[in-house]
């Protein structure tokens, strides 16, 4: 790392992060009522500082009547009782700091609760203080929004009021109206919530899908609002002023270019509104890449994928709480991967996604499992895990929709996987069953056993932090002679990881020119300390079993440093 990015290296603590999100409802109930809450997230905190996590992301704890899995919200300055109390929030944010580890929440904030005391003053009257604070019109107007979120339930983006004869918006479920962010009123109760978590300790917030929440087609009252990106820049301006080094996580599930604009200002090559994006588009090519045994899909996204601004990342994962999205694949593609990963309607969602989890997907193949993990963790980007993941949980198709990945975390061999103490209470979801039950994928069972993959899980986030190019250098893609070999080069001042991912069912040897590396020059595999050594122009021949990978550090530095930077 050049001497003039340690400084900037302190203040971007994200960029070389392990981030850990937790489904608070079904991760570890304390009190036996069947319901996993703050002391239970407490108390399981020695596992995340084991398995290496930095961050800890918590979904929604506040008051909420569930129409929506807690995003639907009552209370943006409370917590729901279910989960404990403010008390209970203290004692998690303090073990989290004592542990060296930062936590985000969700900040869900394109729309509240119909139970929600603002929304239930706005349709009491016309007149109401509050009725600006939402959108409302005497009948959708043609150039609205368009298309629900969840077309399984909800027909329309507009629900008829009958108190005020007004239809008012909503992207989400009908009990989930949209707020009026062109309301300068609502922009400051915005900020005034980061504020109140941000004075609590709270290092920033996953900002729950941000292209809605700056949406205003349709809407009267639109020119009141500053330019969405300029509002965004604003957000992220009183975050930093609030706390210096927090961050703005942001979904922005849309096409490279239109996500890029979200990093804000890439003139000056440093984002000013949201700190990380998501990489929506590179998860679902790396789906498509593991269903055909080829690595052009990934390897053209890779390619395309905008680089982040000096003040911005992305974040890449390779699955979270909702159904694994497919909907930027086209329909041949997504057809492929159903086909593949989900054959059955049942483990299909909204047409667009699967609601399974990767092991089960790949019948327990730890060699692919492995292999999508080592991608999540090599690729360019801040790491992103969903609570589960690090032991192989599987889903559990007779829970409705997208509650079949979010089952309770299976921490013993016992029948509720040792989540909760209590018998015979009903469950948030039902407990997996099967090859992939508590009974044969647990943690207690594999904190221990190295091979387990937990412990591989434990491997990949070690060397992950003994590679700092993975998180803070230029890469670049680099053609490999074998169509399943991913191939991609990692490079800062003085140092450079060469890594190779096998998605095909072949062995294979896979010969790679490695740019600015001169014959006769040792590679070491960061795992095995097996080396390897460069012919002449730089050309490194790299055996690979079937769904394999390798990580392999360029011994002497580059030659020519610069024509390793990013393409």
């Not at 062109?182 to 290092?203: H, K, Y």
């Not at 299976?410 to 039950?437: C, H, I, M, R």
Request: glycine share 8%; hydrophobic share 40%.
């Amino acid at each position: 790392m050049a001497a003039d990015d340690m400084g900037h290296a302190e203040d971007a603590w994200w960029r070389s992060a392990v981030v850990y999100q937790v489904y608070p409802r079904s991760f570890a109930d304390s009190d036996g009522d069947g319901v996993g809450d703050l002391d239970g997230l407490t108390g399981r905190l020695d596992h995340l500082s084991g398995l290496g996590v930095d961050v800890l992301w918590l979904s929604p704890v506040n008051p909420s009547p569930q129409a929506d899995n807690g995003y639907d919200i009552s209370d943006y300055q409370d917590i729901d009782p279910v989960f404990g109390d403010l008390a209970a929030f203290d004692r998690l944010l303090g073990a989290v700091h004592e542990r060296g580890m930062k936590l985000v929440m969700d900040l869900v904030v394109n729309h509240t609760s119909d139970h929600h005391p603002w929304f239930q003053d706005a349709r009491s009257s016309r007149t109401s203080k509050y009725r600006d604070w939402y959108v409302w019109c005497d009948s959708p107007p043609e150039d609205g929004p368009e298309g629900v979120v969840f077309p399984d339930v909800e027909k329309s983006v507009w629900e008829y009021d009958e108190t005020t004869e007004q239809y008012y918006l909503h992207r989400f479920y009908k009990q989930q109206p949209d707020l009026n962010v062109a309301n300068p009123a609502v922009r400051d109760e915005i900020a005034r919530i980061m504020g109140f978590w941000t004075q609590l300790g709270l290092s920033g917030f996953r900002v729950d899908a941000v292209p809605f929440l700056l949406e205003t087609d349709g809407q009267e009252d639109a020119d009141q609002l500053p330019d969405p990106h300029e509002y965004l820049a604003d957000l992220r301006a009183f975050l930093g002023r609030r706390s210096g080094d927090a961050v703005l996580l942001g979904e922005v599930n849309l096409p490279y270019p239109d996500t890029a604009k979200f990093f804000g200002d890439s003139e000056s090559s440093r984002g000013d509104e949201l700190t990380m994006c998501f990489d929506f588009i590179g998860m679902q090519q790396m789906y498509l890449s593991m269903t055909r045994g080829e690595a052009a899909p990934l390897a053209a996204a890779l390619r395309e994928r905008p680089a982040a601004p000096r003040d911005a990342h992305w974040a890449t994962f390779v699955r979270n709480h909702d159904e694994l999205t497919l909907d930027k694949l086209d329909d041949d593609e997504r057809a492929e991967v159903f086909a593949a990963f989900g054959p059955d309607k049942d483990m299909q969602l909204y047409d667009r996604g699967l609601r399974r989890r990767l092991p089960p997907m790949v019948d327990g193949d730890r060699r692919r499992v492995e292999l999508a993990y080592s991608l999540l963790f090599s690729l360019p980007g801040t790491p992103v895990l969903f609570y589960g993941e690090e032991i192989g949980m599987g889903e559990n198709l007779a829970a409705a929709g997208r509650q079949a990945v979010r089952t309770p975390m299976q921490w013993t061999p016992d029948k509720s996987g040792g989540f909760t103490a209590g018998e015979g209470v009903e469950l948030p979801n039902p407990v997996v069953t099967g090859a992939f039950g508590p009974a044969k994928v647990n943690a207690h069972d594999q904190a221990h056993d190295p091979a387990s993959p937990l412990g591989r899980m434990r491997t990949l986030i070690e060397r992950y932090r003994e590679a700092p190019e993975l998180a803070w250098g230029d890469y670049r893609v680099i053609d490999a002679d074998d169509p399943g070999v991913l191939a991609h080069l990692s490079s800062l001042e003085g140092g450079a990881v060469l890594v190779l991912h096998n998605v095909s069912e072949r062995s294979v040897t896979a010969s790679v020119e490695v740019p600015g590396l001169r014959g006769g020059r040792l590679l070491t595999d960061v795992f095995t300390g097996d080396t390897l050594k460069s012919a002449a122009a730089g050309l490194v021949d790299v055996p690979l079993d079937p769904y394999g990978y390798r990580w392999l550090r360029v011994n002497t530095p580059l030659d020519d440093p610069d024509r390793a930077t990013a393409v």
